[in-house]
Each structure stands twice: as structure tokens, then as C-alpha cells.
């Protein structure tokens, strides 16, 4: 037995919500799309289960937080579905896909075809046996990727109540989770290998002032070390963690954050997979054309640094699903996915966002001191590549994005730390730079605070000298002959 679909999106995370929003804005017709997901849900809003869903009054529960109400866009309700004609198979795994036959076999045996394959199969969480360690299966060690996760994530903080927590992990999960600890009246410390928290994104001074605050709320930090093996009771329940540098820490709940995998494992030695992801085109499509990938699953040209990325974020996802159905059911109209990475997160007061590449030199601005309004840039090769800002406006974080993504030149590093946010509002007040990759190819007209605003492209410069200097020797030609005849 099986059936057949126009459309099948494999994976039920946030990337397919907003894929199937898109379809329905773009005309599919009922019965011509699926979404195939191993969770019993229907596609929900994955950043809060670290927020919302851990606080001890109020937490958030499904249906409150289904795609797509995270862009403030419609919820996305099991009956949303239905009333659009939309198939959910929930609850399935697909074990096989054959690309070539355009089909997917489920756990349960049944065959379904499609004519356009879009994978969001998402990641999977990094498990500590992958490094040797022992001790997952213990009932209150927690992983947090998914729904099932934060139940018993939830189920474990409400028994473990004033008791102790170790976190290991200093990225995102380990953050985010620690803060929602803290709510919850549990002692927590944090173990994580790097001299300091969320390591591939922060400077050690943006990570110093986070780190101060979580110390102010009774986080200890223990540093450069990794977790070696659990102690455990009669029950199989850990009761302390043993890290490498020697030190033994009591625990009552383990959370473990220690990253991510693309769930690829489906297509490999069928599509073409590059830095751990599908690698897909500025349409978001793979090796194959029939289908796309999107999401975490897919490696895409980050057009404004000219390589190929893979990114972990729940903005990515929501984007480049949108994308790729564009440019399934409208090709001629859908240019290239021209996205700028973008990252951000709420914890405690703070809410930071961040746009670009932290790489380069580094310029930091604003109140570090009092921790309520501060930033950094980063400048890669004399043009800005990345922005941070902590505790701004809507304004203000639409203007360091506006001006990340312009990638303007840069000539005075010490003038852009003067000018911090201002320097980002002079340049989109301009709306003139030109964007640029290796060496600009435009007259520099201007400069101000350290930025060089580019008014006159250097081509059409060129172009209007050559009308010059060609009706120029047009005019002695005409000269010279008249001259030559009187002669």
C-alpha cells in the first residue's frame, strides 16, 4: 500500500511550519502536501522549550506556541492543517528514501511518492556516549531538542527543587537552560571546555559581562574541563558528575548541551553533502532536482561572504523555508536566497542579537559598565562583516542589520569604537554604500566616521569620461581636417 503527493516535506521542526504556510500562500491545492514527522505533533516554535516552557508558573504548552507565531505570523493548529488540505503523518519514521524512484518508506512499511522532496529533517542532539561517557539512559540526565526532551526536562526540574544542576555546555542550550534553572530555585554550575561561555559568538569581554550576571544569580562557572563519568545510586539515578581537571560535583539533574548533528544520514551517497549538511543552490536545491533542503539539514551559499554555510538557527530556518517554496511553485520570480546570518536570545534581562561573521578585528561599543546598552563590530579585510548589540531598540537592531548587510567599508577602527550605534546609522542614513567583496570598484567620495561612503560607481565614472574624451577627439579631428584643407 502506499500514497502519493505532489509535495512531501520530511521532518516536523519549525522549517516545516513555515513551509507549508508559504504553500498555502502560493496556491498548493488540497491533497497535494505532506509533512512526514517522527513527533506526535504537529510543527511548533522550538525556541521556546528552553524559555517558556521551563518556567515553574505559567509554562508554556502546545497549541500556544505551533508555527508560525514566532514571526508573529498564524498559528498553525492540527485543524490549520486540515482545513487546508494539508496531510500530517505524525508519529512515523522514514527509513529509507530512495531519490532516484522518488519515494520514502516508513517504519511501518507503507511506500509514499512524491514528485518534489523538500528535507527538513533538522539535527539531532550530540549524545555523551559519543565521547565515551556513560550515563544517558539515567533518568534525570536531559537532553533538550525536541518536545519528548522538554517534558522530561520539566518532569525533572520539578522534583529536583532547590537541589543541584550541572550544565554541560557553555552555547545556547547550556544558556538558555542554565537561566531557566535559576527560575526554578535549583543551584546550578556550568562545565564547558572553552576559557568562556557561547565561545564561537562572544568576545571574552561580551562573554564577561553574561558570565558576571550569571554569577550574580548564584551560576558558578568551571572552566577548560569536560564531564568523564557519572557516579550513580542503587537506582541507576546520577548523583554527581566527575570532570577531568579532577573535581567531583554533586547533582541532582544533568543537562547536557554539547551540540548538534544534521539528521543526513538518509541521503548519503544520494545527494551531495558538504560541510555536514545537504548542499544545496541559491534555490535551496539539492544534487538532485527534485529535492530541497532547508533549515539546519542544508549547507547554502551565504551570498554576501561568497561561501558555503551551514546554519544553526531558528531564523534560518523560517527563511530559507520560505525561499525554497518560492522557488518550487514560482521559479521565474524567485532570485537568489540573499540572507544575512542572524542570531539572537532572551535570557534573564538581556536580549542580544547578532548579524553577520564574527571574524576579523573586533570594536566594542557603548556601556559595558552598567550592562544595559552595549555592542561590538567585527571588521574583516577593511569592511564591516558583523554586528552585536545588547539591549536595543526594534530601531536599533533593523539599523546594525541594515548595516551589516550594506558591508561598508571601514578606515578608522578607534572612530567606528567612538561612534558605536551611530556609525551604523550613518551608514544606512546614507543608503548609498555599495557592497563590496574584495576591493571596491567606486569612487570614493566621502568619508565619514570612519566609513567610506561610496556615491558615484567608479563605472559610470568611467563611462562619462570616455563620452569626454571622445567627443574631444572628435572636435580636433573635424579641426585638424578643416586646417589641413586651407593648407
Known amino acids: 500500500m502506499g500514497r502519493a503527493?505532489?509535495?512531501?516535506?520530511?521532518?516536523?521542526?519549525?522549517?516545516?511550519?513555515?513551509?507549508?504556510?508559504?504553500?498555502?500562500?502560493?496556491?498548493?491545492?488540497?491533497?497535494?502536501?505532506?509533512?512526514?514527522?517522527?513527533?506526535?505533533?504537529?510543527?511548533?516554535?522550538?525556541?521556546?522549550?528552553?524559555?517558556g516552557f521551563l518556567l515553574p508558573e505559567a509554562p508554556a504548552r502546545l497549541p500556544s506556541f505551533h508555527t508560525c507565531v514566532g514571526a508573529n505570523d498564524e498559528k498553525l493548529t492540527p485543524k490549520w492543517y486540515k482545513e487546508h488540505g494539508i496531510e500530517l503523518v505524525l508519529g512515523t519514521r522514514v527509513k529509507s528514501v530512495d531519490v532516484r524512484r522518488k519515494t520514502l518508506l516508513s517504519s511501518t512499511g507503507e511506500t509514499i511518492s512524491y514528485k518534489i522532496l523538500i528535507i527538513a529533517t533538522g539535527a539531532r542532539a550530540l549524545k555523551l556516549e559519543e565521547f565515551g561517557v556513560e550515563g544517558s539512559d539515567a533518568e534525570n540526565v536531559c537532553y533538550l531538542r525536541d518536545l519528548g526532551d522538554a517534558n522530561r526536562l520539566a518532569t525533572t526540574i520539578k522534583s529536583s527543587s532547590n537541589g543541584n544542576a550541572v550544565v554541560i555546555g557553555g552555547g545556547y542550550i547550556g544558556m538558555e537552560c542554565a537561566a531557566s534553572l535559576v527560575i526554578n530555585k535549583i543551584n546550578v554550575t556550568m562545565v564547558f571546555p572553552e576559557a568562556h561561555c557561547m565561545a564561537r559568538l562572544f568576545t571574552p569581554k561580551i562573554a564577561s559581562l553574561y558570565e558576571d550576571y550569571y554569577r550574580a544569580k548564584g551560576v558558578k562557572f568551571v572552566k577548560g574541563t569536560v564531564l568523564t563519568s557519572f557516579e550513580f545510586d542503587e537506582n541507576k539515578k546520577v548523583t554527581a558528575v566527575n570532570l577531568k581537571d579532577g573535581n567531583q560535583l554533586p547533582a541532582d539533574l544533568v543537562v547536557v548541551g554539547i551540540g548538534i548533528r544534521p539528521n543526513t544520514s538518509l541521503f548519503e551517497g544520494q545527494l551531495t553533502i558538504e560541510k555536514g549538511g545537504i548542499k544545496v543552490n541559491s534555490k535551496m536545491q539539492s544534487s538532485d532536482s527534485s529535492v530541497y533542503a532547508i533549515g539546519d539539514v542544508a549547507t547554502f551559499p551565504v551570498k554576501i561572504f561568497g561561501e558555503m554555510r551551514r546554519l544553526e538557527h531558528v531564523d534560518s530556518a523560517r527563511k530559507s523555508a520560505r525561499h525554497a517554496v518560492s522557488a518550487i511553485m514560482e521559479p521565474e520570480k524567485t532570485g537568489e536566497f540573499d540572507y544575512l546570518p542572524f542570531f539572537y536570545s532572551r535570557v534573564f534581562a538581556f536580549s542580544w542579537q547578532f548579524y553577520g561573521d564574527p571574524a576579523g578585528e573586533v570594536m566594542h561599543f557603548g556601556e559595558y559598565e552598567d550592562g544595559k546598552s552595549f555592542g561590538a563590530y567585527w571588521v574583516k579585510k577593511g569592511y564591516l562583516v558583523g554586528s552585536f548589540l545588547e539591549g536595543g531598540s526594534k530601531e536599533d537592531y533593523e539599523t546594525i542589520s541594515k548595516a551589516t548587510q550594506l558591508k561598508p567599508a571601514v578606515t578608522d577602527l578607534e572612530a567606528l569604537g567612538r561612534e558605536g550605534l551611530g556609525f551604523a546609522q550613518t551608514v544606512v542614513s546614507q543608503q548609498k554604500v555599495t557592497k563590496v567583496k574584495d576591493v571596491p570598484s567606486s569612487e570614493m567620495v566621502r568619508q565619514s566616521s570612519g566609513v567610506v561612503m561610496m556615491e558615484k560607481p567608479l563605472h559610470i565614472w568611467h563611462a562619462a569620461t570616455g563620452v569626454v574624451v571622445a567627443a574631444s577627439v572628435a572636435a580636433f579631428a573635424f579641426w585638424y581636417g578643416r586646417r589641413r584643407r586651407r593648407w
Open 5 to 51: 503527493f505532489v509535495y512531501v516535506i520530511l521532518g516536523g521542526g519549525v522549517a516545516a511550519g513555515y513551509a507549508a504556510l508559504e504553500f498555502t500562500r502560493r496556491g498548493v491545492s488540497d491533497g497535494e502536501l505532506c509533512i512526514i514527522s517522527e513527533e506526535p505533533v504537529a510543527p511548533y516554535e522550538r525556541p521556546a522549550l528552553s524559555k
